[in-house]
């Protein structure tokens, strides 16, 4: 996916893989909580998830864990 904004609109951007994304896509929480919590517990909860459905039988998917990476980055401008 790609996109662009004028950074004067961005204080923060986040970048995931997959499996950090099926927080919100396949696990049913939302972006502005996943922005909100940063990586660190995106992948925790991602993990709790993964972990209370070993047999991948209540949120169906082709294997138990994938990885899972996240990314989170504050802009700063050079303004004072």
Same mark, same amino acid.
């Given at each position: 996916?790609? #996109?662009? *904004?004028? /950074?004067?609109n961005v204080a923060r951007v986040m970048v995931l893989t997959d499996g950090a994304a099926? /927080? +919100?896509d396949l696990? #049913?929480?939302g972006w502005a909580h996943v922005l909100g919590i940063g990586p660190q517990e995106t992948v $925790?909860? +991602? $993990? *709790?998830?993964e972990a209370s459905d070993p047999q991948c039988s209540r949120w169906p998917r082709m294997k138990t864990s994938d990885d899972a990476t996240a990314v989170l980055w504050s802009l700063v401008t050079g303004e004072d």
């Open positions: 996916m790609t #996109g662009s *904004a004028p /950074l004067e099926c /927080l +919100v696990f #049913g929480s $925790r909860q +991602v $993990r *709790a998830f």
